[in-house]
């Protein structure tokens, strides 16, 4: 997250945050039904959720405001002030 989803951001390296993600959810889904269950899987399981969310309401916004910056959408756009980013899971 800290080198492709930090302030400063491309849709490039969102979509590079957006596969490793992928990837890394995977592995541990694997290690979900193969291992012992602890709090720290849990942990890392929720956390690689959090950042999945971030990595896709961010692709979603075309443009920059406030503390985020998306280089391919350098400006502020008044028609998205009073949006809000809603994100829902495909089932």
Known sequence: MWDYVGIVRTNKRLQRATTRITNL??????????FIVT????ELRNIATVAELIVTSA???LESRGLH???????????WAQRNTVVRKER
């Open 25 to 34: 959810q995977e592995e541990i889904q694997q290690y979900y039904w193969n």
């Open 39 to 42: 709090s720290d899987l849990l």
């Open 59 to 61: 692709l979603q916004r």
């Open 69 to 79: 910056y998306n280089l391919d959408y350098p400006k502020a756009d008044p028609a």
